[in-house]
T-cell receptor, first 111, second 113 residues
Framework: GQNIDQPTEMTATEGAIVQINCTYQ??????LFWYQQHAGEAPTFLSY????GLEEKGRFSSFLSRSKGYSYLLLKELQMKDSASYLC????????????FGAGTRLFVKA | NAGVMQNPRHLVRRRGQEARLRCSPM?????VYWYRQLPEEGLKFMVY????????ESGMPKERFSAEFPKEGPSILRIQQVVRGDSAAYFC???????????FGSGTQLSVL
């Protein structure tokens, strides 16, 4: 089966750095995404990795190791507005493309 | 340039009624995906469609649920004879091609009384 695991909740302090891990066991891997979702709202795209390594985009960075089935999202200089759920998602090529999601990590940023 | 449009935003149905959820993809997007989300849970893949074709419906329940994406008009997710367990947020996403990132609509919150 296809499986994506990430921690359920994390808490961090405003101004700090937090790393959210994601491990996956899938077949037909074709890329990994991170999305942010505020309560009651639509998920919004944060980052995309298809090759091993680190992708940096402002305060957000994402890392991928395909051999280990592992990714992380790094958030720097945390702000209160970063309190949200962070969804790790894997795109699969199974004859057509489909994207499956982990359960999400709820991040609480405290002052 | 409008994003992915879903309507209605909220839908209330009694047990046994039908629910129709609509999704208009972003302009230029021909790939549509439907996901279901229960409170404090992740997005569960339901179905992936291109114009007039169902590409992958492996996440759709075998009964009562159907989806279409006609040549003209929005994609429709149809749930017949709804039950309380169908209560959830249903999100639609679209992409320009199958190997591009997804853009999500604001979702339809279905409540079954």
């Amino acid at each position: 089966g296809q499986n994506i695991d990430q921690p359920t909740e994390m808490t961090a302090t405003e101004g700090a750095i937090v790393q959210i891990n994601c491990t996956y066991q899938t077949s037909g891997f074709n890329g990994l995404f991170w999305y942010q979702q505020h309560a009651g709202e639509a998920p919004t795209f944060l980052s995309y990795n298809v090759l091993d390594g680190l992708e940096e985009k402002g305060r957000f960075s994402s890392f991928l190791s395909r051999s280990k089935g592992y990714s992380y999202l790094l958030l720097k200089e945390l702000q209160m507005k970063d309190s949200a759920s962070y969804l790790c998602a894997v795109r699969l090529n199974t004859g057509g493309f489909k994207t499956i999601f982990g359960a999400g990590t709820r991040l609480f940023v405290k002052a | 340039n409008a994003g992915v449009m879903q309507n209605p935003r909220h839908l209330v149905r009694r047990r046994g009624q039908e629910a129709r959820l609509r999704c208009s993809p972003m302009k230029g997007h021909s790939h549509v995906y439907w996901y279901r989300q229960l409170p404090e849970e992740g997005l569960k893949f339901m179905v992936y469609l291109q114009k007039e074709n169902i590409i992958d419906e492996s996440g759709m329940p075998k009964e009562r649920f159907s989806a279409e994406f006609p040549k003209e008009g929005p994609s429709i997710l149809r749930i017949q004879q709804v039950v309380r367990g169908d209560s959830a947020a249903y999100f639609c996403a679209s992409s320009r091609a199958g190997d591009e990132k997804l853009f999500f609509g604001s979702g339809t919150q279905l409540s079954v009384l």
